[in-house]
């Protein structure tokens, strides 16, 4: 805690009207104090892990999981300064005598304390997770308050929630006891040895009813500080920007929005842990909390999802783009990855000491620039040298630049570039500050000008690959190689090379030879880009490398070699086969594979109720008629959003989104549930259904059997589990049902800018 701004925080919450029921105020802490103890819990943005992201509330989640999490912490990363284990929901599940949580004795038979003493062997701490409010099951029982002749309820309001979760109820600081429920939960907390304590579901702030905690977090400020043991206190999710004078106030560090994870596992699996929809919906909040925070309390953009390689959910250039911007941001970097499962690749970034020191200087970094897609960060640090963030934010490699001046850096003729990630020198004109970013990637760099009489470095330069999103089997596309000088010395006998996966081939269009580069000039070397001729897989990313030599001439007329490097990625997908077509609606376009009797569908889409009609569909036209009865099984639903649906498809024209009726659709959410939806008054547009928009039946698992039956211009629709029990869902008659019908299989992502997969076998559609 930081005891330092208990003297400003009375006045501060007076002035929010929150005066009444504030404990008293902490008198001004004095050298050896205490409080001064207390102020060294968080001088510089916590390092570590948390459960949450990987075990949650599972079978891991125990004293042997979390140990074995630690031993990993301890010798793989803590060296580089991560230090915190976490312990999220699911420690507790049972109250002591005196109201407060304790341990699951199943889980940590050993108990916290036995555990917080291991981690503190292993040079670690502990954290713990909590949530505002006295517990329903205190109130009920209205136990004691330790210490004291008051009892739960002679301080809790059952009329208001405890937490923005709608857990437990409100506590009344104007109550005697109050204060000292606190402090007892607090002097517990410090007994076991915790060292963090993360507040969830405080409000203002996110979660499912309105809440306000403000006067209980500054109860809790007071109550750490007099307990003499540093402990970090985090709160915890979405906090009201508008209180964000009072969270600097009371606390360590504060979520700035909704949870990182993505929750968009199959069959209750937490990975992937993460999306880039989830990541990239950041870069807005570092911007806007940018004012806030800084030493001793800081903006938590919440985990680090990265470690478990694929896992992560992001591709290894978004994995270095999350550390980039968490690390401009002074955010805290406590993992949320299996530690256990450590991926090498990931465990360099994680090791990056470079990048490390830019979140630890506990400055906020400043968006400079914004565009559809590119951002710029720049920090100045304390001593004076100024940190860049390019980040890419669209789906191509691009430039990304930066006038020094809106860099925040003083003119010079040329700069000094510290490539964070790569940890190479060069040297770029006074005009620009730029980098060849792939999708979703970033570029970080130390700055500062280039000093006088300093020895030669090469020029600063970049290779920019951009290639098609997708190809399928045997297809052709057309790639490029962007080469761009930024420094201040030609790039001579430069050469372009590009590297494909094996199976592919790659043939030059056009030179790729260069006598010359000058500063400020992009040459291109084209190449035609074939697929192999067959995949076992549905969909593969292929990585396509682009390579650069070239010479450059030092001061002193010597010639010296440099190299650039770039890359992009291709999906690449099986040819669909007939008698099956393809179609896809939505704004990105889609994706579709097939390999034996296995078909995929990769596409976003808003949704295909109402208005909405994007999906992306594989069908046979033509197929359904009276009699028919279709079936398929559903063997994987990877999503961005929980309204993700996939299934069966029947419309009298599947092409024709806008209009065509006899519009039925059967299938499964594998977050919300079985749902038949269909168009009842012939309009083109589902709008009836099992349950509202949004909803479903039943309880998802993964492969699901679904069927649609036809008799007439009616239609029954099914799910199984197992392929043999069948559960009826609805029957509908669809009046505007044609005698014969497109069928087939459709997904939609629930978000227009980021697409799902849907997996299927089995698909056969035929007379009854």
């Not at 009329?159 to 409100?170: A, E, L, S, V």
């Not at 040819?575 to 376009?589: L, M």
């Amino acid at each position: 805690m930081r005891a330092k701004l208990t003297r400003c925080l009375l006045p501060l919450l007076l002035t929010l009207g929150l005066g009444a029921g504030i404990p008293p105020a902490v008198a001004s802490p004095s050298p050896g104090t205490a409080q001064d103890a207390a102020a060294v819990a968080s001088a510089t943005p916590p390092m570590g892990w948390s459960s949450w992201s990987a075990l949650r509330e599972g079978s891991s989640l125990t004293e042997d999981g979390i140990e074995a999490q630690a031993r990993v912490l301890h010798d793989k990363l803590q060296q580089y300064g991560y230090q915190y284990i976490n312990i999220d929901a699911g420690w507790s599940d049972h109250l002591d005598a005196y109201g407060r949580d304790t341990w699951d004795t199943t889980r940590f038979p050993d108990g916290i304390p036995a555990l917080a003493a291991y981690l503190h062997g292993l040079g670690l701490k502990l954290g713990i997770y909590l949530t505002p409010g006295v517990p329903v099951e205190a109130y009920r029982q209205n136990l004691p308050i330790l210490g004291t002749p008051y009892h739960i309820q002679d301080i809790a309001d059952p009329t208001q929630p405890g937490n923005t979760n709608n857990d437990g109820y409100r506590i009344d600081f104007s109550k005697p006891g109050a204060q000292e429920y606190v402090q007892s939960y607090a002097d517990l907390f410090a007994s076991w040895g915790v060292d963090y304590i993360k507040m969830d579901f405080v409000g203002p702030g996110g979660g499912v009813v309105p809440g306000d905690n403000r006067t209980e977090m500054q109860a809790w400020h007071q109550a750490i500080d007099a307990t003499g043991r540093p402990m970090h206190l985090e709160l915890s999710n979405s906090l009201s920007i508008a209180d964000a004078a009072t969270w600097e106030a009371t606390s360590n560090g504060w979520r700035t929005g909704g949870d990182i994870e993505c929750y968009c596992g199959v069959n209750g699996s937490s990975a992937p842990l993460t999306s880039w929809q989830k990541v990239s919906g950041r870069f807005d909040q570092v911007a806007t909390w940018q004012p806030y925070g800084g030493p001793d309390a800081f903006n938590d953009y919440d985990s680090i999802e990265v470690g478990n390689g694929d896992d992560d959910g992001l591709t290894p250039d978004e994995r270095q783009t999350q550390l980039s911007l968490w690390s401009m941001a002074a955010s805290p970097l406590l993992l949320g990855t299996d530690l256990t499962e450590l991926d090498p690749a990931d465990l360099r970034l994680l090791a990056n000491r470079d990048v490390i020191a830019v979140d630890q200087d506990a400055v906020n970094a400043t968006r400079v620039t914004k565009t559809a897609t590119a951002q710029v960060f720049t920090k100045t640090e304390p001593g004076g040298d100024v940190v860049v963030g390019l980040f890419n934010t669209g789906s191509a490699a691009q430039t990304v630049s930066v006038a020094p001046a809106t860099a925040g850096l003083p003119a010079s003729s040329s700069y000094r570039l510290d490539n964070l990630w790569t940890h190479e020198v060069t040297r770029a004109s006074g005009d620009a500050l730029a980098a060849s970013v792939p999708a979703h990637g970033a570029a970080l760099f130390r700055v500062r000008p280039w000093p006088a009489g300093a020895d030669a470095a090469r020029p600063q330069t970049g290779l920019a690959v951009t290639a098609p999103d997708s190809l399928t089997t045997g297809q052709d596309g057309t790639a490029a190689a962007d080469f761009t000088n930024w420094g201040t010395a030609a790039a001579t006998q430069v050469h372009v090379a590009l590297n494909v996966p094996k199976g592919w081939s790659a043939t030059p269009l056009s030179t790729t030879s260069f006598a010359s580069v000058a500063p400020g000039e992009t040459v291109r070397a084209t190449y035609r880009v074939t697929a192999p001729p067959s995949t076992s897989r549905l969909f593969a990313t292929a990585r396509l490398d682009a390579t650069a030599g070239f010479r450059w001439k030092k001061g002193n007329g010597a010639r010296s070699a440099g190299s650039a490097a770039g890359h992009t990625s291709v999906v690449l997908g099986a040819t669909v086969q007939a008698p099956f077509r393809t179609f896809d609606s939505t704004p990105e376009p889609a994706n579709f594979s097939q390999v034996g009797s296995t078909l995929s569908i990769r596409a976003a889409g808003a949704d295909v109720y109402g208005s909405k009609n994007e999906y992306g569909a594989v069908y046979v036209p033509g197929a359904e008629h009276d009699g028919s009865t279709t079936t398929v099984r559903v063997t994987w639903q990877q999503y961005a959003n929980s309204g993700a649906k996939t299934g069966i498809i029947v419309r009298n024209d599947v092409t024709r989104t806008a209009d065509s009726p006899g519009y039925v659709t059967v299938g499964v959410s594998a977050k919300k549930g079985y749902f038949m939806q269909w168009d009842a008054d012939g309009d083109g547009r589902l709008d009836s259904g099992t349950a509202a928009n949004g909803s479903g039946v039943g309880k998802p698992v993964l492969p699901s059997w679904i069927r649609l039956v036809r008799s007439g211009t009616t239609y029954t629709g099914y799910y199984s589990t197992d392929g043999t029990t069948w559960t009826p869902l609805s029957t509908a008659n669809v009046p505007s049902a044609a005698a014969t019908q497109d069928v087939g299989l459709f997904g939609t992502a629930h978000n227009p800018g980021y697409p799902g997969q849907d997996d299927f076998a089995d698909f056969s559609t035929s007379a009854g």
